[in-house]
């Protein structure tokens, strides 16, 4: 991802909690405020490094503590579904729903601290794969197949 957006000539910056000195800078939460001051974009890496925690609690987490307007949930499939696309043909995908709807159905698109630390910091979350041809791109875009969970699980 890194790779695009430079290709782009879109300043960014990679940071990890875990220590990844050749590929990316420490997360140390002011200078990532800082990156994002000088309209630069951040990736977060690798989690938080803490055990019990996953990689999708802690993108929610670092939207949360970033004051993200969105959180970018690149997969291999492109949106939430009623079931696994992967393995039911009839599986259907949902252009928006809420995050109670995400826990109520237990969809498997993240895991619920995830979810609820996203409700409750109001940061909806956009899903879309990372396989198609222009999906980063489209979402950004608010264009092209991507489901859209936030409270009022609208578009």
């Given at each position: 991802m890194q790779s695009a957006l430079?290709?782009?000539?879109?300043?960014?910056?990679?940071m990890s909690a875990l220590p990844i000195s050749?590929?990316?800078?420490?997360y140390i939460r002011r200078r990532a405020m800082r990156h994002?001051?000088?309209?630069?974009i951040v990736i977060f890496a690798a989690g938080t490094g803490n055990?019990?925690?996953?990689?999708?609690t802690a993108a929610a987490l670092r939207a949360s503590e970033?004051?993200?307007?969105?959180?970018?949930?690149?997969t291999r499939v492109d949106g939430v579904y009623d079931s696994d696309p992967e393995?039911?043909?009839?599986?259907?995908?949902?252009?928006?729903?809420?995050?109670i709807d995400v826990l109520s159905r237990d969809l498997k698109v993240m895991d619920a601290s995830a979810i609820s630390l996203s409700r409750e910091n109001n940061i909806p979350i956009l899903v879309f794969s990372?396989?198609?041809?222009?999906g980063f791109n489209s979402v950004l875009?608010?264009?092209g197949a991507f489901t859209l969970v936030n409270e009022a699980g609208a578009r």
């Amino acid at each position: 991802m890194q790779s695009a957006l430079e290709q782009k000539d879109v300043p960014v910056r990679v940071m990890s909690a875990l220590p990844i000195s050749a590929v990316c800078e420490p997360y140390i939460r002011r200078r990532a405020m800082r990156h994002m001051e000088k309209g630069r974009i951040v990736i977060f890496a690798a989690g938080t490094g803490n055990p019990f925690f996953t990689t999708d609690t802690a993108a929610a987490l670092r939207a949360s503590e970033m004051n993200c307007d969105a959180l970018l949930k690149g997969t291999r499939v492109d949106g939430v579904y009623d079931s696994d696309p992967e393995k039911s043909a009839n599986a259907k995908r949902f252009d928006a729903l809420s995050y109670i709807d995400v826990l109520s159905r237990d969809l498997k698109v993240m895991d619920a601290s995830a979810i609820s630390l996203s409700r409750e910091n109001n940061i909806p979350i956009l899903v879309f794969s990372i396989s198609n041809s222009g999906g980063f791109n489209s979402v950004l875009k608010h264009d092209g197949a991507f489901t859209l969970v936030n409270e009022a699980g609208a578009r």
